[in-house]
């Protein structure tokens, strides 16, 4: 007899609009709108897997969904797949897990150390591995690959050349290859796999006179070990300067980056912090590096010098400690996390850009060197090297310890959720100062937050900056209404209540003398005292709600 | 150190291999599982990270500009991905045109001809009427098989017909002219014309009996935006009726909001205790009641199959405190809750985003709650069996609920691992401080091992991500293979701590919890070493422990695998 769960809910049920319309004759705008609606539809569905054994949860239903339509081939994986590797960067990929693990570890196994891609038509040299047996035999970055084996490259390579480059040396443990280095030479050899340590070259410091010669070749798993023991080196033989060779460097991981630089850096500083999604890590220099000694230190870079390389390259030009010398660098401050699938393979996948202290990153643009100089390849010298020697003047560089750790972000929307785990990695750090986090919004405005008061109040997460276009129309509609004219009015992300005091900050032509929130349901003013502080033209206060808040140079009747 | 995270920040060149892993014509059904899950892992992990914007990255806005030019050289593909979608997604979620979703938690009806329909009935069937609507008051009953609607004859599918008298209700001014078979096969005819009203003035109605002693109240209509101050006005007009004991009817009461759902057993419950707990992957919501009841009524609920969700909650809340006893039939058994989250295109999605549990982790989803006696109504009297069973059931002695002194919480761990983002730990936390109580968290896992964590102290630490439980599945492998190459006796324990695969390795290894959390677990023997395993060592640690009846308890200062033998090792 009862048959009905409720009745909205019975009436929702057959109410509820039937979306699989028919996508034929759509316009470029419609499909657009389309693909977001299942992209957001996927990624809320993502959000709230549930495990509860009975409930079947959305992914469970997934999965089920997908086996048969894989199954009966109705809508195939490479279907799918295209999609998802369409949708991500260059720089994430799905790989098995020893390919990846090798390819950044410090002792390399049975390796040639040769890497190739192709080129205006060419199979060229794109890295070769210190130590490696295709260094070894004089292969050299930028030779082109004319013959290997029984095969010759044709004149023009395509593709297919390069992956047969590939199969083949995946396939044997010696082979004879022919190159053309850049100096126009032709170079035969024959290479033979090796067990070699890629960055055992960072203990081969050069000393000429008062500077000392260091190649960072990448930053593997161990890289930092290698590096402490050569830069001790060249401490206790005292020299007043150190270059280093960044320029066959493509990167690697980030601790041994980290720790590399925290070696150098003597002041306790920001050195540069990763966006997330949904949070910012932040790094700090523990001081660690020494204080009595101070080389004067030059990066070497080139067009390849990319990623980790440019992540310490760029934080010691960034702090004044070094200087970079050569070509301006590939741009690439985006960085990928390696999270295992359950079927072992590995998924690598852009998750997070770097950025210098002040908000600035490097993706796409690259590292500007202080002194732009390109090696000629087609001579035996070294122009590069040869100008750093001369460039470097013995002076080191001593930094002045800020009162506590600041990194200012550059909002890509008005507002961002700032989901806790930001405060809670800070505070897991316990630094030895506090952290504040400038959120600048679109038009200037910034929303200054301390760390420690923002993880102690709580909140679940809070949404940080001003909105910039409904602050300027709230302004003008409240001024039509009869706000004084020389009133400021910003609107914060999330009404309510903070649990803490950020801290806002934006141009003002007059001194402020009172402070309001406004309720635009009831259309009042509650005045409130913040401190503040009306400097140059600038206003800066504390608020405890969000909201509209004015700021205005006469009391609001 | 001061990085915590370790990603891999490197230029790849030409080293990436794509996976050749494709269905061939012809894969097996595992094959194709796999793959299935590659693909779906792919999806996650990618959401998950979406966002970086600008040359180089932004997973999502690339997906973007791939899917619409996909769409507009392929029609079909997106029905595909849209069917594998709403294939995905269980029954009670669904997408929503924002007007249709403001209006289903209302009690108030706009231009409404209060028809409700029996939508598992294989032709258009009205199950009843809404109380106050025009077709109640044109004494249109349940049963009746609808014939004809504004001269349209029915074609007899359910679906079709349903569509077709919506429409023409809507294009004949709110007016139906219904032609229907009543239950007892006449056929009669019937005008209905839309009106407004509300439909919900029950709950806010206490009928008392005429002995004084028993309360009637009604809350058949959901639970609804307003459902909670109708009903604490019952309930009051209850109180100051004098009664002893109070008959709650939830029959056919659909849930609605949870808000709502708080506010009733505030009004009802006379302590402040923990309610239910609902668990999401990044939201961890204790609810407790602020409960300052004086009146202590003995209480029966009313349930039926048609009792769902919030309904459930609240019967299921007041039975565990012993308060309520229920007669009817077992609830419908929806223990997951809906989140509702607007898309950009202003279309409002109600996705299943967490189940709920009592605070002992008792879960009736799927089962249903289960009535303390049963009593079916007879459809075919017109008496009202459940309801005049209950005016004898009553006992008009109500019971005494006492506050705790922290409020405990136990989750069962339905795939042995758990994991709580930081955020999720701060909803614990805000329960933490606002109720001015200890929360107290258990993690029970497959085997009964639990691990208990207070939540302010796990809190303190700040780890980012916490883990907790026990992974049975590693735990057990990791035994076997210890015991199989002799290191440890068969009888040794060990525990693995959750380890969420979703996370890098080397992240969690460190292992230090920065708080201490207690394990339980059921020894054979009185625990002689304890020690903390990786990578075939074994490090000694002596926890602070308790052996009694079989039950050992320790405290654990940070995760690992952990081995418990008698002798040393």
Known sequence: MKKVISCLLAMVLMLSVSFGVSAEGMTKEEAKAKARELI??????????????????NWFALEDFLTNQIYNNNFVYEDWYDIWKKSVDDYSYVNSTVTNIASYATEKKGMFGLAANLENGSLVVQAVSNGSPAMKAGIVVGSVILSYGDVTVPETAAAEDLTAFQNYFAGVDTAPITVKLPTGEALTATITRADFVEDEVMEDITIVGDTAYMIIPSFNLNSDEYFARGYKKAEEAGVKSIIFDLRTNTGGYVMPCYNMLNTIIPEKLPMYYDKYARSIATSTSDGLGSKTWRPDIVCLTTGNTASAAESFAGTLQYHGYARIVGEKTYGKS?????????????????????????????????????YVIKDDLTTHTDE??????????????????????????????????????????????KLAKPTRITYVSKNGMKMIVDADDAYGAANLYNYFGIYSDQSSSAEKILKEKGLPEKARVIMTATEGDYGFAPTVSFKMADKPTHFYYYDSVKNSYTEFEPPYVYEDGVLRFNIETGGIIIASPEEIK | MKKLLSGIVALVIALSLAPSAFADAEDDRAMAREQAIETIELYEFST??????????????????????????????????????KDSVDRYSALREPAVFDAAYSTYRVDQPGVLFDFEADVLTIWGTEDNSPARAEGIVGGSVILEWNGEKATGDYETDYYALSRSYYENDLTLNLKLELPDKTIKDYTVKGATYDADTASAV???????????????NGFNEDTHEKFAKAWKSAEDAGVKSVIIDLRNNGGGYNKTLDAMLDTVLPARVPTYSAVSKNELSLSYANGTSTFSPDIVILTNNETASAAEIFTTVLKSYKMARSVGTTTLGKGVGQSNKTLSNGKVLSITAFPVADPQGFTYNLKGVTPDVEVIDDPTTETDEVLDFAYGYVDHAGVKVTEPESFRYTFYLPDDRFSLPTSALAFAKRTADESGKAVILTFVSSDGTKMTVDVKKAYDAALPIYLFGIDKENSDKIKDELVESGKIPETSIVLKTADPKLFDDRFFERGDFGFPATITTTSEFEPGYFYYYKNGEYEEFSPAHVYENGKLRFNLGRGGTIVITKEAL
Not at chain 1, 42 to 53: A, N, T
Not at chain 2, 52 to 65: K, P, T
Not at chain 2, 206 to 220: N, Q
């Open chain 1, 334 to 370: 985006v960085l990928q996390d390696m999270l295992s699938l359950s079927d072992g393979n590995v998924l690598v996948l852009t998750t997070a850009e770097g950025f210098l202290p002040n908000g600035k990153s490097w993706q796409g643009k690259g590292l500007t060197p202080d």
């Open chain 1, 384 to 429: 590069v090297l040869d100008f750093a020697y001369n460039y470097v003047d013995g002076k080191g560089t001593e930094v002045e310890e800020p009162g506590y750790y600041s990194y200012i972000y550059y909002l890509k929307e008005d507002s961002e959720p700032e989901f806790l785990d930001t405060f809670a990695a800070i505070k897991q750090l």
């Open chain 2, 48 to 85: 998950y990270y979406e966002q970086l914007e600008g040359e180089g990255a932004g997973n999502w806005f690339a997906l973007v500009d791939y899917l619409t030019e996909a769409f507009l050289n392929d029609s079909e593909l997106y029905k595909k991905l849209n069917g594998i979608w």
């Open chain 2, 206 to 220: 206490c009928d008392v009996s005429s002995d004084g002693k028993t309360g009637y109240i009604r809350v058949s």
């Open chain 1, 40 to 57: 957001e539809l996927y990624s809320y569905s993502s959000e709230y897997e549930i495990f509860d054994e009975y409930g079947r949860g």
